[in-house]
């Protein structure tokens, strides 16, 4: 059976410990040399980080968020290890972890650190999906003889130069397509590397919970538990014209994956879905003042991403959690997609009026989806509303006067509350 040092990078056959080195570090499986598809996932970024530009926190546990109020954006592992998990509540994560430090987060490091990581994974393949500042895809197809080496080789090699360089860790999934890769890379963190083989798919999924499958959310794994499914094996037994009566799409979807099964391409180019901004108060409020300037302000962040990306949204959306943490969404579809802060905050101020619910809330967040380039977008007039025309020149100049002379140049009186 071929085997890889992860230490050395030494390729040998299967044995307790490396030949050339010595080392325990031994990576062994009949398909290794084969495989194409990866998933590269940092092991606790932020706080990684963190950790590495503070010293002094080394051996601590560590939370990066954004104060008593707000939600763990993640943790180290010895946090984890008392049950802290990333979008937890601040007071719950503090209750679990009394003793943790919290940091708040430092995006221009992160990025900084993604960046450094992101090119070193652009030397191995062209085909690569990042899907966040921390994790990417990768498409190792037809690189061994670029390299001289199987792409698992060249995966080991990748971790260990950003050990050495930058001072992170990752854990590898390695697999034959973007769904086993993906939950390969969880299954050994962290500074991990798992491999799942053609041969092996049905059986290594056959007992696992469905919850595994990415997308398949809470509220998704209650419905399929009411079908009395759990586990891959559970889904195996169905028709896939069953599961598609029963749960739509998702049906189909389920059906392939449940036999490992999954033809997306690792794309480097993969389209936005939406445009969103969101903020988690430091009190709970139902002051209407207070939740209208917010949503002004996010009105104009989602609108500023949409101008830079050149996109337009016809869907918008309002998202409001109250004190006990009762997620209410709002949707409302326009007749023409939109770039506008103006439109965005007047519709989802419109459906915020329309709630019954008094509050109070603890978070507040809008955002657009069904996305279009942006030149096609706010051509139609409101005969409705005669001076949304005006409101939209005065908004694009708005817009070259901020590019002009800063963000700040102009603003809002309602944006100021």
């Known amino acids: 059976m071929p085997a890889l040092c992860r230490d050395c990078l030494s390729e040998t056959p299967a044995a307790r410990r490396c030949p050339a080195c010595g080392s325990p570090r031994l990576l062994d499986h009949p398909e290794l040399f084969d495989l194409t598809i990866a998933?590269?996932?940092?092991?606790?970024?932020?706080?990684?980080?963190?950790?590495?530009?503070?010293?002094?926190?080394?051996?601590?546990?560590?939370?990066?968020g954004g104060g008593r109020r707000g939600v763990v954006?993640?943790?180290?592992?010895?946090?984890?290890?008392?049950?802290?998990?990333?979008?937890?509540?601040?007071?719950?994560?503090?209750?679990?972890?009394p003793e943790a430090v919290i940091i708040k987060p430092r995006m221009e490091a992160y990025v900084e650190a993604s960046r450094a990581i992101r090119a070193m994974m652009e030397e191995l393949t062209p085909a690569l999906q990042p899907l966040s500042l921390d994790e990417a895809f990768l498409d190792m197809t037809g690189t061994t003889r670029l390299h001289g080496h199987p792409p698992a080789v060249m995966l080991a090699r990748l971790v260990r130069?950003?050990?050495?360089?930058?001072?992170?860790?990752?854990?590898?999934?390695?697999?034959?397509?973007?769904f086993l890769a993906k939950l390969a890379s969880d299954l050994d963190k962290p500074h991990g590397f798992s491999v799942i083989g053609k041969a092996e798919t049905v059986d290594f999924l056959r007992e696992r919970p469905v919850g595994l499958i990415w997308g398949v959310g809470a509220s998704t794994q209650r419905a399929l538990e009411r079908a009395g499914i759990r586990t891959f094996a559970d889904l195996l037994r169905w028709e896939k014209i069953d599961l598609i009566a029963r749960f739509g799409g998702m049906g189909e979807r389920l059906w392939h994956l449940a036999r490992g099964q999954d033809h997306r391409r690792v794309s480097a180019h993969e389209p936005i879905k939406s445009i969103s901004n969101e903020t988690t108060f430091h009190d709970d409020t139902s002051d209407p003042e207070i939740l209208d300037g917010h949503l002004w302000r996010m009105a104009e962040k989602v609108a500023d991403r949409a101008k830079a990306k050149g996109l337009a949204g016809r869907i918008v959306t309002?998202?409001?959690?109250?004190?006990?943490?009762?997620l209410l969404t709002r949707r409302i579809s326009l007749?023409?997609?939109t770039q506008l802060a103006d439109r965005i905050y007047r519709s989802a101020r419109a459906l915020f009026d329309q709630l019954e619910d008094p509050g109070p809330y603890r978070l507040l967040g809008c955002g657009i989806s069904d996305l279009s380039a942006g030149d096609g977008a706010d051509l139609v007039g409101d005969l409705l509303d005669p001076e949304a025309v005006q409101r939209s020149r005065a908004e694009r100049a708005t817009d070259l006067i901020r590019a002009r002379f800063g963000s700040d140049a102009i603003r809002k009186g309602r944006a100021l509350r």
């Not at 946090?79 to 998990?85: C, E, H, L, Q």
């Not at 309002?318 to 009762?326: H, Q, S, T, Y």
């Open 39 to 64: 998933h590269m996932d940092c092991d606790a970024f932020y706080a990684s980080v963190e950790k590495r530009d503070n010293p002094e926190l080394e051996g601590k546990p560590l939370i990066i």
């Open 73 to 97: 954006a993640t943790a180290c592992y010895i946090a984890r290890i008392r049950g802290v998990r990333s979008a937890m509540p601040m007071f719950q994560a503090l209750k679990l972890c």
């Open 161 to 178: 130069r950003m050990k050495r360089e930058l001072g992170l860790t990752g854990s590898i999934g390695l697999s034959h397509n973007k």
């Open 318 to 326: 309002l998202k409001l959690k109250r004190g006990d943490f009762r």
């Open 335 to 337: 007749h023409d997609p």
